[in-house]
């Protein structure tokens, strides 16, 4: 790679856990109501450490804060803590409601916006809005409470929190003089119309390593002027924290057991020592001015838009003066930022558009997260420690499981744990602004301490044995493609480690997922899993299996994957070209069991409909399809490969096969695209789908009337709308098309595929439509929409559903963001200090737009940055 800027030069380090990428926002947002902290006898996470009890419990597995950031292996932490002077608590962490408690699932209410980050945070800056008033704790829990699934969620803004702006800005920033010197500066400005005071306190403390592990000391951080406290621990040695005023404040980070369980403290000063001191003038912090937790305390008082800022430093070394050059040194890391991001977004694109796309690419790095979970000792106890008593032995079958490390999380508040499909996607946007992080997330999940014994790569937390869309294929492609196209060499090391992983990987789907040995698979598929009719994973009694479109897609695409990276591999080492024709037959295999299924021969193709849809099999062996309109039967279009005839040309033993294989059964390769033609420009088209049904798929895909919607693809075809589908078999099951989020808790109360804009599912339809054009060429064109008249090629159509995306987070005629709601989100666009802030929803409403589910799922939603840079090169 040619380094273009110091940060290129940053990440080109090896080893950046011990250089630049030392320290980071790897603090959770919310490390409560999590299994890894669960502790309950029968396995009631929510219910176990909530919100309330956060504050004076110390945690086991990981911390939280607001904007915070900790070292890689979250030994010591730092974080901003704010008090309105009203509030019952310090806010030292975002507020939220649990699975239980919200109208729609776990749902964060607070207004926060990760605004900035370089990929290694020598810069970075967050955005937190902390109201005049008392935050609405009770208000909000109420509201919620009192609303059905079918009404939308009461939210902050619905309160009159920020009423006539009383409300302050709290930006926090973050620069690196250096590998371990930290400078951080919490910047909080007056927005309302009178003056309101506010209390800063920057808190630096010990994760909690000591109580479960007898091999360490509790650590002690102690004063040692009126402006400076050193912390020292023999995990990572001395820090100096240096300040600028106000008063030294020091608890301890261990449980109030009196508060939580009513029983005697094990030492004086605990958790919450901190806050009850400030917000009720207790006497419950070190006067000896020493513990393994500490703040300092700022009183502010602010006139109408007057800003103040606090300075802090935490450095490895002794600093004479730490002030002297803390400004120029944040003026260096910005210009760095700007010039990182110069490099990375072309021009030529719309100012408007370089700055969604930096925000998306800033919140994927601030949702990066330091992860612990070692599941034996969660089900067992470590070493020293009384074994948990647990009825309900979550994850039993992952005792080999241990993580500890930095992964990239799809939400820090609604989902802080990995998810192993989430994390794919993710790794397709990191790979343009960081392609060594990229490279080794995807390596990370398939170690041998996390991969299951039998090949199955883990799924989340909740239930590790949940089935994932096999997509980590997929992404390993695509990240090594664009990493070989900026760095002009492809990374065959990687290639070839993450290729053998997965080989191990897609044995587990064979054997397990494809019991019979017919090619055929399925999966409940976690992710997709409010799609269906009813609950894949709990079909009703007298089915007796089901044989699913989208799951066996999935497996054609990842056998097109390991036939891609076979083909790559087979350059440098020929022993890969039997994996070449293992892959080949596979793929032809899968072809063919789509359309033979059962005693009737039935197949996924429905050719009255000229659609897929999945197939059940009852228990007295007769077969009946589900017609359900969703994504389930937009799938198959993932499985398609462009491969250039020169890649097959020095694979001679491959070619005899290939054709031994189509010769004797011409069966099989009839079912496919015609694989012994390639185009004018030398390309074979690999694909499940012949002419015939591309042009069927895509009638239906591109009609508003129903899978497209004016901001993009729909979940689940508007046709459901006034034809639900019904199912009656051993009861009423039923699915019809919801444009935001579901009625229906089939799968968990924040689930829902029954129509809304998925960004992850919307970028392989158009990164499939764009290999389609790369066969097909500017001649062969469809209408767009269906019904208009206007024909376009396949390049063009997908431009076009890009830009309806894109349209998501433009403003329109009004001003107003399209995933903004009218009624509640007028602040977004009449005040400047709200109009460009963005948030990146989980999902958005097949017909308004409106975006739902997670606010900061960065993680796939970020995809969109992925789409405004392909956007362009493509036009």
Not at 154 to 166: C, G, M, P, Q
Not at 519 to 530: A, I, K, M, T, V
Request: net charge neutral.
């Amino acid at each position: 790679m040619i380094h273009k800027n110091a940060e290129e030069e940053r990440l080109a380090v090896e080893d950046n856990y011990k250089n630049w990428k030392r320290w980071g926002p790897y603090l959770a947002e919310r490390q409560w109501g999590t299994v890894r902290e669960d502790y309950s006898e029968n396995g009631h996470a929510w219910d176990f450490i909530g919100h309330d009890k956060a504050r004076s419990n110390a945690y086991r597995w990981g911390e939280e804060g607001i904007g915070g950031f900790c070292d890689s292996r979250e030994i010591l932490c730092l974080a901003p803590a704010f008090w309105n002077g009203k509030d019952p608590i310090l806010k030292e962490r975002l507020f939220g409601l649990t699975n239980n408690e919200g109208n729609h699932g776990e749902d964060v209410k607070e207004l926060y916006f990760h605004q900035v980050s370089t990929p290694t945070h020598s810069y970075a800056k967050y955005l937190y809005k902390y109201p005049h008033k008392k935050f609405p704790y009770a208000e909000i829990i109420k509201k919620n409470r009192e609303r059905g699934r079918e009404e939308s969620e009461f939210e902050l803004l619905d309160t009159k929190a920020f009423a006539k702006n009383r409300y302050f800005d709290c930006f926090i920033e973050y620069a690196k003089e250096d590998v371990g010197d930290i400078l951080m500066k919490v910047t909080v400005v007056n927005r309302g119309s009178k003056a309101a005071n506010i209390h800063v306190l920057p808190h630096l403390w010990f994760r909690n390593f000591w109580k479960h592990n007898n091999r360490f000391e509790r650590p002690e951080m102690k004063s040692i002027s009126d402006s400076s406290v050193q912390s020292r621990s023999t995990r990572n040695g001395r820090y100096y924290f240096y300040h600028e005023g106000g008063e030294q404040l020091f608890c301890e980070n261990e449980t109030n057991n009196k508060r939580i369980y009513d029983v005697p403290n094990e030492v004086d000063y605990v958790k919450d020592g901190i806050n009850d001191h400030v917000v009720s003038g207790l006497d419950t912090v070190n006067p000896n001015k020493k513990g393994s937790k500490f703040a300092v305390w700022h009183k502010l008082r602010l006139k109408s838009g007057e800003e103040k800022t606090i300075r802090v430093r935490l450095s490895k070394k002794k600093i004479a003066d730490p002030w002297t050059n803390f400004d120029s040194i944040f003026n260096k890391r910005i210009a760095e930022c700007e010039a990182f991001y110069g490099d990375i977004l072309k021009k030529e694109l719309p100012q408007a558009q370089q700055e969604i796309a930096r925000k998306a690419f800033s919140g994927l790095l601030w949702t990066k997260q330091f992860y612990y979970y070692d599941v034996h000792k969660w089900l067992f106890g470590g070493a020293g420690e009384a074994k948990p008593f647990r009825a309900d032995s979550r994850n039993i079958h992952w005792e080999h499981l241990t993580n500890r490390h930095i992964i990239s999380m799809p939400d820090k508040w609604e989902y802080p744990w990995y998810a192993a499909w989430d994390l794919a996607f993710h790794m397709v946007s990191f790979v343009e602004i960081d392609p060594y992080f990229a490279k080794e997330q995807l390596l990370l999940v398939l170690r041998e301490s996390y991969m299951h014994p039998n090949g199955q790569i883990p799924a989340y937390e909740w239930n590790f044995s949940d089935v994932n869309p096999p997509v980590h294929s997929w992404a390993v492609w695509n990240v090594y493609e664009k990493d070989k196209q900026r760095s002009g060499k492809g990374d065959s090391k990687f290639l070839e480690k993450a290729f053998q992983k997965l080989l191990i990987n897609f044995t587990w789907w064979v054997n397990q997922k494809d019991k019979n040995g017919i090619n055929l698979f399925e999966g409940g598929f976690l992710g997709l899993d409010n799609i269906g009719v009813f609950d894949r994973n709990h079909m009703p009694e007298g089915i007796t299996r089901m044989q699913q479109a989208d799951a066996t897609s999935w497996m054609a695409m990842f056998t097109l994957n390991m036939l891609r990276m076979s083909l790559e591999l087979a350059k440098v080492n020929p022993i890969y070209e039997e994996s070449v024709a293992k892959f080949f037959r596979h793929f032809l295999n899968i072809a063919w069991a789509m359309h033979h299924i059962g005693q009737k021969d039935i197949s996924l193709w429905d050719d009255e409909d000229n659609f897929y849809y999945d197939v059940v099999e009852m228990s007295n062996g007769t077969t009946d399809r589900l017609k359900v309109r969703s994504l389930v039967g937009i799938i198959p279009l993932f499985a398609v490969e462009i491969i250039h005839k020169d890649l097959f040309e020095e694979l001679k033993h491959f070619k005899v096969r290939a054709a031994e294989i189509v010769r004797t059964r011409p069966d099989l390769a009839s079912l496919i695209s015609n694989i012994e033609e390639f185009n004018a420009d030398g390309n074979y088209l690999f694909s499940i789908m012949r002419g015939f049904r591309l042009e069927k798929l895509l009638y239906r895909l591109l009609d508003e009337k129903e899978f497209l919607s004016e901001f993009g693809i729909r979940s689940l075809s508007k046709y459901h709308e006034e034809h639900p589908f019904v199912f009656k078999h051993n009861g009423h099951h039923q699915i019809q098309y919801e444009s935001g989020e579901s009625r229906s808790n089939m799968f968990g109360g924040n689930s829902n595929w029954r129509g809304p804009i998925w960004m992850p599912l919307n970028y392989m339809i158009i990164q499939s439509l764009r290999k389609y054009y790369l066969f097909y060429g500017k001649e062969y064109v469809y209408e767009f929409p269906t019904g208009s008249g206007v024909k376009l090629n396949l390049n063009e159509i997908a431009n076009e559903i890009s830009k309806r995306l894109i349209k998501l987070f433009q403003p329109n005629k009004n001003g107003k963001f399209q995933y903004h709601s009218e009624d509640k989100h007028k602040l977004f666009t009449k005040e400047e200090q709200f109009k460009n802030q963005h948030f990146f929803y989980e999902f958005f409403d097949g017909d308004s737009g409106k975006g739902l589910g997670a606010s900061h799922q960065t993680g796939w939603t970020a995809l969109v940055a992925n789409l405004i840079m392909e956007l362009e090169e493509n036009s």
